[in-house]
């Protein structure tokens, strides 16, 4: 697929103020190369985690024990994927930010699918009629349809397995901000308005009522 929607990202575009990466990653397209074929989505959800002085985030020590193993590529430039379990079986897909030793990354929440829909049914376990909204609403459901396991941790986004493209960045009109989700246990920094959405997007992992 070629055209400037296609276009991987530069590693530079990670190394600026989480937030901004956070706002600015929603309608760029997620690449990921399997071995059955090319499957892409349109980011429509994020969530920007900004280190140790937001208790949300792994980084900080209220949170995560600071630097761990699990935590290391954070502390790394920006530009790499940071993946992780919860609940002991779903991945989370993140968007390491910032230079090193500036641990801070952008949840992908929901996406879009663009290309590769049966193969992503296919990795939900869903059959018969695909139901497209289903497919990537939620951070444990794009990591299963779009193939992304620890396997690919510290992964570089601008490689040959998993990248970011231009796609199609939504317009600040249509973008909205809205407290994180199921972060209740951060104090004061659960209520930061960190979480960005495309407002009129269907693919959302809990509706958006602005």
Same mark, same amino acid.
């Given at each position: 697929?070629?055209?400037?929607?296609?276009?991987?990202?530069?590693?530079?575009?990670?190394?600026?103020?989480?937030?901004?990466?956070?706002?600015?990653?929603?309608? #760029?397209?997620?690449?990921?190369? !399997?071995?059955? &074929?090319? =499957? /892409?989505?349109?980011?429509?959800?994020?969530?920007?985690?900004? $280190?140790?002085?937001?208790?949300?985030?792994?980084?900080?020590?209220k949170a995560s024990n600071g630097q761990t193993g699990r935590t290391n590529v954070m502390y790394r430039d920006?530009?790499?994927?940071?993946?992780?379990?919860?609940?002991?079986?779903?991945?989370?897909?993140?968007?390491?930010?910032r230079p090193e030793g500036e641990p801070e990354a952008v949840l992908i929440r929901s996406a879009q699918p663009v290309a590769g829909r049966e193969e992503m049914a296919q990795n939900r376990g869903m059959a018969g009629?695909? #139901?497209?909204?289903?497919?990537? !609403?939620?951070? &444990?459901? =794009? /990591?299963?349809?779009?193939?992304?396991?620890?396997?690919?941790? $510290?992964?570089?986004?601008?490689?040959?397995?998993?990248?970011?493209?231009?796609?199609?960045?939504?317009p600040e009109a249509e973008t909205a901000a809205t407290p994180r989700i199921n972060v209740d246990y951060a104090g004061e920094a659960a209520g930061w308005p960190w979480r960005f959405v495309e407002k009129g997007s269907r693919f959302l992992s809990a509706r958006y009522r602005g």
């Amino acid at each position: 697929m070629t055209g400037p929607a296609w276009e991987k990202l530069s590693p530079g575009f990670y190394l600026r103020d989480t937030v901004e990466v956070a706002r600015d990653l929603l309608g #760029r397209y997620l690449v990921r190369q !399997t071995p059955a &074929g090319l =499957l /892409c989505c349109r980011i429509t959800e994020t969530e920007a985690y900004c $280190g140790p002085r937001d208790s949300a985030c792994h980084s900080c020590k209220k949170a995560s024990n600071g630097q761990t193993g699990r935590t290391n590529v954070m502390y790394r430039d920006g530009g790499l994927a940071y993946i992780y379990l919860i609940y002991g079986m779903y991945c989370c897909f993140n968007v390491v930010t910032r230079p090193e030793g500036e641990p801070e990354a952008v949840l992908i929440r929901s996406a879009q699918p663009v290309a590769g829909r049966e193969e992503m049914a296919q990795n939900r376990g869903m059959a018969g009629e695909i #139901r497209e909204r289903a497919l990537l !609403t939620g951070p &444990g459901k =794009l /990591c299963q349809g779009m193939a992304i396991d620890r396997g690919l941790y $510290g992964e570089p986004l601008w490689g040959g397995r998993l990248w970011l493209a231009q796609g199609e960045p939504v317009p600040e009109a249509e973008t909205a901000a809205t407290p994180r989700i199921n972060v209740d246990y951060a104090g004061e920094a659960a209520g930061w308005p960190w979480r960005f959405v495309e407002k009129g997007s269907r693919f959302l992992s809990a509706r958006y009522r602005g």
